[in-house]
């Protein structure tokens, strides 16, 4: 969930605009972030060319775009510092859509006030070297030269790594400098690294005193630079109460928490480290309605001052959250002022106003090519022995093909040659911009094969189950259900509340502490569970390869066929899963998932991942799918338009309700 700047991945090549006079050590005294020209390519795929990234201080911008432009990718590159340019000042806080901890490099065995600590990784460091340096002093003379030597070669490897980036930064007489600190740096840690000489009985008490001296010197910088471990925790433990974690789940462990709690346990660790920049990528995922009203209020009360960058596809919550959107479309970015709402009305009127533009351009040069035909005519009939008409006329055919283009610049202004076209071009006025269209995206599902007879698909009776011994509450109780053949069922509620459990019930992966599951003969029974984009993002193999590992029989025609029908074409399907965006993969997982042709689709937060115009087509997909579908989803919207019948579970129960907001 937070990072330590791993390395950038082999294929990925990240660049942006460098100079010799760049500077070695990128600072912001205003927490602005401006990164020009940049460049992002994984593999031999480009994602990003040329693009200006522009963050004022405290500003709130939302980053949209289609699965696989590379939204999660630029926010990487600026939270890991891959691309030069982000200040090296400015603490960021990047909280990645991956709620699975095994995958984001924190242990799930940790509690969740160890999470919230250890976000601080300098200060983390810090401690760590003073429990280090404090069983140096207590372990007399021998622990005390050893715990001397590991420290100084830590520094001197830490002091070679910082001087081998401004080395990969830099070039010139700059560079110059850097090559020689670097070789200064590493012979430092060369001799750090040496063993130490042997000295005489007479200096070996010298030499004891002079490296206690030194471990006492350093200790004592590293306290006064840190603050005491009782009040850190303390500030940790008053954050976690703040974002609603009761004493038991602050001391519990962080692994056990639903994929919502676990939002909420990044949203902590960004508060206690006081992130100056805030990273969020589809923060609103496993949320349920409560967490991202609370989701809201915590970014609009308590980020005051913090500059945000969210990538998310919830239209309502980044109307709600940003003032800018960042529109990542065609390799470019492109900025409009306004929430989410107001992009979509400046992109409206933007489109209006250029086919205006093409209309009254249209028009106007038909009328000037029927003027100029008319004057050929009149030319050629006219008594000219010098050919004077028929020059004149191709002037007029000539100045009509180089100088016919929109008479109102960008900024609305009347198009004026030296300012507005400077540069050379192949003509004096350019044409109305076309606008960039994206591919409509389009899921097929298959219709699963006919049954015999009539009767439920699924039949629940009395349901109860526990995660706990006979004697624990039980998650769900009494639970009693009838799924028929094109049903559309819809459940809802607060996090916690057992819909993940439920729907494993149903899928029969969990078995019932009493009641029954009836299940008609010859149905197929599909799960998508909520994880399932974070154990597949895991994986190196191809989505091609690994769809026809996953499903029994399925050979590679099949498999481009399914992987098709869920907008995976050509290139994309042979790209490593790990490469892909987490829509891209959600997307793979619905292709795995229903290549058997189920006749019960039971989809946990499937909406997940998706931008909202993959999430348009999963919806006509599932209203126009011949089985049943179930779903566990949060999205107002997704839930109101399938939902034929919706439940809220709460209290272990599970009853008819409308699905609030």
């Known amino acids: 969930m937070y990072h330590l700047h791993p390395p950038p991945p082999p294929t990925l090549s990240a660049t942006s605009q460098q100079s010799r006079f760049h500077a070695p050590v990128t600072t912001s005294t205003q927490q602005a972030i401006d990164i020009r020209d940049i460049t992002l390519t994984v593999g031999n795929q480009l994602l990003v060319d040329g693009a200006d990234l522009r963050l004022r201080p405290s500003g709130r911008y939302g980053l949209v775009g289609r699965n696989g432009a590379g939204k999660s990718l630029l926010l990487q590159c600026v939270a890991h510092r891959w691309l030069p340019g982000v200040p090296d000042d400015v603490p960021i806080f990047y909280v990645d859509q991956m709620e699975d901890w095994g995958a984001t490099g924190g242990d799930a065995s940790d509690t969740v006030l160890d999470t919230v600590l250890g976000a601080d990784a300098a200060a983390a460091a810090r401690e760590r070297e003073m429990a280090a340096l404090e069983a140096g002093l207590a372990g007399g003379a021998a622990a005390a030269a050893a715990a001397a030597t590991a420290y100084r070669r830590r520094r001197a490897a830490e002091a070679v790594a910082n001087v081998q980036r401004r080395v990969d ?86 692994g056990t928490l639903s994929g919502g709690w676990r939002i909420r346990v990044a949203l902590a660790c960004a508060r206690f480290v006081d992130a100056q920049v805030l990273l969020l990528d589809e923060p609103t995922n496993h949320l349920d309605l409560p967490g991202i009203l609370d989701l809201k209020t915590f970014l609009n009360d308590e980020c005051e001052g913090v500059t945000l960058l969210i990538v998310s596809h919830d239209r309502a919550f980044l109307d709600d959250t940003v003032d800018e959107i960042i529109l990542l479309q065609a390799r470019g970015l492109t900025y409009f002022d306004g929430n989410y709402s107001a992009y979509e009305q400046t992109v409206a009127e933007q489109v209006t106003f250029r086919a205006r533009q093409r209309d009254a351009l249209d028009r106007k040069i038909e009328k000037a090519r029927a003027s100029i035909a008319a004057d050929r005519v ?195 399907s042979r790209q490593p899963l790990s490469s892909l965006s987490g829509g891209q993969v959600m997307r793979w997982a619905l292709a795995r998932h229903v290549a058997a042709a189920p006749h019960v689709l039971l989809l946990d937060e499937p909406t997940n991942h998706l931008d909202i115009e993959t999430g348009a087509a999963l919806l006509d997909a599932l209203l126009a799918f011949e089985g049943a579908v179930v779903v566990v989803a949060h999205d107002v919207h997704f839930l109101r338009a399938l939902g034929q019948l919706t439940y809220q579970v709460a209290k272990g129960r599970v009853t008819r309700a409308a699905v609030p907001g």
């Open 378 to 572: 009149r030319a050629t009939r006219a008594a000219d022995p010098k050919g004077k008409k028929i020059r004149a006329v191709a002037s007029k055919e000539r100045k009509l093909n180089d100088r016919t283009g929109v008479e109102v610049s960008a900024s609305g202004h009347r198009f004026k040659l030296n300012r507005d076209r400077a540069g050379y071009h192949l003509s004096v006025r350019e044409g109305v911009a076309a606008e960039h269209v994206e591919p409509d995206v389009v899921v097929r599902l298959p219709a699963p094969p006919p049954l015999r007879g009539r009767g439920p698909l699924l039949q629940a009776e009395g349901l109860s189950f526990s995660y706990g011994g006979p004697t624990s509450r039980p998650v769900l109780d009494g639970v009693t259900l009838c799924i028929e053949p094109r049903d559309r069922v819809a459940f809802w509620g607060a996090n916690g509340e057992g819909k993940t459990t439920l729907l494993r019930l149903l899928a029969g992966s969990l078995a019932p502490r009493s009641g029954r599951l009836n299940t008609r003969s010859g149905v197929r029974v599909a799960h998508l569970e909520q994880h399932t984009v974070d154990d597949a993002r895991r994986r190196d193999t191809s989505a091609l390869t690994a769809l026809c590992q996953a499903v029994p029989g399925m050979d590679e025609q099949a498999a481009y066929a399914a992987l098709g029908g869920v907008g995976l074409h050509g290139a994309i």
């Open 169 to 254: 930064r830099t070039s010139g007489a700059r560079g110059t400098a850097a090559r020689t600190a670097l070789k200064a740096a590493e012979r430092a840690l060369a001799a750090a690294t040496a063993p130490p000489p042997d000295v005489g009985e007479s200096d070996a008490e010298g030499a004891e005193t002079a490296i206690a001296a030194f471990l006492a010197a350093e200790l004592a910088a590293l306290y006064e630079a840190s603050e005491p471990p009782a009040e850190r925790r303390a500030r940790a433990e008053t954050v976690l109460a703040s974002m609603g974690f009761s004493p038991a789940a602050i001391t519990g462990p962080v």
